[in-house]
C-alpha cells in the first residue's frame, strides 16, 4: 500500500502549532502536572539541634528557582536560594532538581515560625514570579532554661535576722516554668516567681525566698530547683549560707584566784567563743590603757562550724595595780568591739578570813556605794526632822504649870518646930482631858496631895503631866475653907494641906 501522499494544508497547520509550543505561556500549559510536596505541618526543635524541612516537586518543572521562605507576605525572609546560601543551611540532596529538603543547623528560639518551599517561573521580563508553594511547615524551637543562679544579701547577717535570696533564669521558650526552693531537705515558701518576655522568643524568670538564719546554719545550703519542659532532670542552682552568715562572738574574762599577795603575776584569760567567720583580732587594755597579752590557741572549729579561741595576759600585782580594770577587746569581722573586764584586787597581810575567790565586778562596786550614800542621808534627813520637832515642842508647847501661894504664916506656926510631915515638894497631876467645867479643889483629910484643874487644856501632843513646885514650903495650918481658884487667865493656884 502506497503512503497517503501529503496534503498540503495539513502541512500549512502543523507549522504554527510548532511555533506556539515555544512560547512562554504554551509552557506553562505544559507544567500542569507539576506537583510540589511539603508534608510537614508541625516541628518542635530544641534550641541549638539541626532542624530538617522536608520538600520535594515533580521532575516537570518548568524553568525557574526553588526556595525556602520563612513566613508570607511582605514581612517574608529568604532562607535558601540556589544562588544565596546561609551559612547554617544546606541542602539535603545537593544538585537534585526534584528533592530540596533542607537542613537548619544550630536553631535558637528566633529561628521560631512557619517556613514555605516555593516554585518560581521566569516571566517574560525575565523576573522570577510564584507559580506554586507548599502549605508551610510551623516550627517552634524549645529553649532550655539556663543553670539557675541563686544571689543573696551583699552583707552578712545575724542570727534570727530574715534574708532575701533570689534565683534567676533565662533564655527558656515556651514560658512555662516551675521553681522550688529547699533548705537542706526541707522545702521554703517563695512567692510566685515573675517571668518577662526577653527578646524574640525567649523568657526570664526570677524567685525570691525570705529565710530566717540560723546559729547553726553555717553548713547548710539554700537549693533553687527549676523544672522546665524542655528537661528531663530538672536544674539546681545552690547557695552556702555560710558565705552570708555572721555569729558574733561571746567574750568572757576570768582571772587566778583574787585577791592576790604583793608581786604575784595574775594571769588573765579571755574566752572567744562561738563565732563565725573565723577572722577575729583580740588585745588587752588595763585601766583604758593597752597592754600586751597573747594568743595561746589559734581560731579551732567546733562540730558545728563556728570558732573559739583564748587569749592570756600577764600582770603583776603591784600596790599601785591594787584595784585595776582589765579588759578583753575583741573585734569581730570589722564590726563593733566587744569586751568583758575583771578586776585585779591585792590583799591585805593584816586581814583576815578573806575570801580568795573573791573578785568584785566594777558594776557591783558602785551599787555599794550608791546604797550607802543614800542610806546615809536619810538617816541624817529623819535625825534633823526629829530634832525640829522636839524643839518646837520644847519652845511653844511647853506643859502649863502651877504655882503654889503658901499661907499666912500665925506666929504659933513659926513658934512650932519643925514636923517631919511637913511637905516641901509637891506634883500637880493635870488632867490631859479638855474640860469646859471647872472643878474645885479636890482635898482629902487623909491626902497630902491635891489635884488642880487649870482654865488651859493642855495640848494632845504635850506628853508633859506633871508640874513641880519650887521648894514652896507647907504649913500644918488650922483647917480652912479652901479657896477658889482664880480667874481663868491666871497661872496660879493654893493648895491647902490637912494634918494627918
Known amino acids: 500500500m502506497e503512503p497517503h501522499p501529503r496534503d498540503p494544508g495539513r502541512t500549512a497547520w502543523a507549522l504554527p502549532c510548532l511555533l506556539l509550543l515555544a512560547l512562554p505561556g504554551v509552557s506553562a500549559q505544559v507544567g500542569q502536572s507539576f506537583s510540589l510536596q511539603q508534608p510537614q505541618t508541625k516541628v518542635s526543635v530544641e534550641a ?3 532542624l530538617t524541612l522536608n520538600c520535594t516537586t515533580s521532575a516537570d518543572a518548568a524553568p525557574g528557582p526553588v526556595r525556602w521562605l520563612k513566613g508570607w507576605g511582605s514581612g517574608n525572609k529568604t532562607i535558601y536560594d540556589q544562588r544565596a546560601k546561609d551559612p547554617r543551611v544546606t541542602r539535603a540532596v545537593n544538585g537534585s532538581n526534584t528533592d530540596f529538603t533542607i537542613h537548619i543547623r544550630n536553631v ?3 529561628d521560631t515560625g512557619t517556613y514555605y518551599c516555593v516554585k518560581f517561573v521566569k516571566s517574560d521580563s525575565g523576573v522570577d514570579e510564584m507559580s506554586q508553594r507548599g502549605n508551610g511547615t510551623e516550627v517552634s524551637v524549645q529553649a532550655k532554661p539556663s543553670p539557675p543562679v541563686v544571689s543573696g544579701p551583699e552583707q552578712r547577717a545575724r542570727p534570727e535576722q530574715p534574708v532575701p535570696f533570689t534565683c534567676t533564669t533565662g533564655g527558656f521558650f515556651p514560658d512555662t516554668i516551675t521553681v522550688k526552693w529547699f533548705k537542706d531537705r526541707n ?26 538564719l540560723q546559729k547553726d546554719d553555717v553548713r547548710s545550703q539554700l537549693i533553687c530547683e527549676v523544672q522546665h519542659p524542655t528537661l528531663q532532670d530538672p536544674l539546681q542552682g545552690r547557695y552556702q549560707l555560710s558565705r552570708v552568715l555572721r555569729v558574733p562572738p561571746s567574750v568572757k574574762v576570768r582571772a587566778e584566784l583574787s585577791p592576790v599577795e604583793v608581786n604575784k603575776t595574775v594571769t588573765f584569760t579571755c574566752l572567744v567563743k562561738e563565732f563565725y567567720p573565723a577572722n577575729v583580732s583580740v588585745s588587752w587594755l588595763e585601766n583604758g590603757i593597752e597592754i600586751k597579752g597573747k594568743n595561746i590557741s589559734q581560731p579551732s572549729e567546733l562540730p558545728e562550724g563556728l570558732f573559739q579561741l583564748r587569749s592570756q595576759v600577764e600582770v603583776q600585782a603591784t600596790d599601785e595595780r591594787n584595784g585595776s580594770m582589765i579588759t578583753c577587746v575583741v573585734v569581730h569581722d570589722a564590726q563593733a568591739p566587744a569586751n568583758d573586764s575583771a578586776f585585779l584586787w591585792i590583799s591585805n ?6 575570801n580568795k575567790g573573791f573578785q568584785m565586778d566594777k558594776d557591783d562596786m558602785l551599787i555599794y556605794i550608791v546604797v550607802g550614800v543614800v542610806c546615809t542621808m536619810l538617816a541624817l534627813l529623819v535625825a534633823a526632822i526629829l530634832y525640829l520637832i522636839r524643839t518646837r515642842q520644847i519652845k511653844g508647847k511647853s506643859s502649863p504649870s502651877a504655882r503654889l501661894h503658901e499661907p499666912e504664916k500665925s506666929s504659933e506656926a513659926t513658934t512650932q518646930e519643925s514636923d517631919p510631915n511637913n511637905l516641901t515638894y509637891a506634883d500637880l497631876n493635870f488632867d490631859k482631858e479638855r474640860k469646859t467645867i471647872r472643878r474645885m479643889v479636890e482635898m482629902s483629910q487623909q491626902s497630902e496631895y491635891a489635884c488642880i484643874q487649870t482654865n488651859q487644856a493642855p495640848n494632845s501632843d ?5 508640874a513641880d513646885l519650887d521648894m514652896v514650903h507647907l504649913s ?12 481663868a487667865s491666871s497661872e496660879y493656884a493654893s493648895v491647902q494641906i490637912t494634918r494627918k
Open 187 to 212: 522545702p521554703l515558701t517563695a512567692l510566685l516567681p515573675k517571668v518577662i518576655k526577653w527578646g524574640v522568643n525567649t523568657y526570664n524568670m526570677s524567685s525570691t525566698v525570705m529565710v530566717t
Open 349 to 354: 597581810p593584816g586581814q583576815a578570813g578573806l
Open 476 to 487: 500644918k495650918a488650922p483647917k480652912r475653907p479652901a479657896p477658889r481658884p482664880e480667874e
Open 462 to 466: 504635850d506628853n508633859l503631866t506633871y
Open 108 to 110: 535558637q528560639p528566633e
Open 48 to 50: 541549638g539541634e539541626t
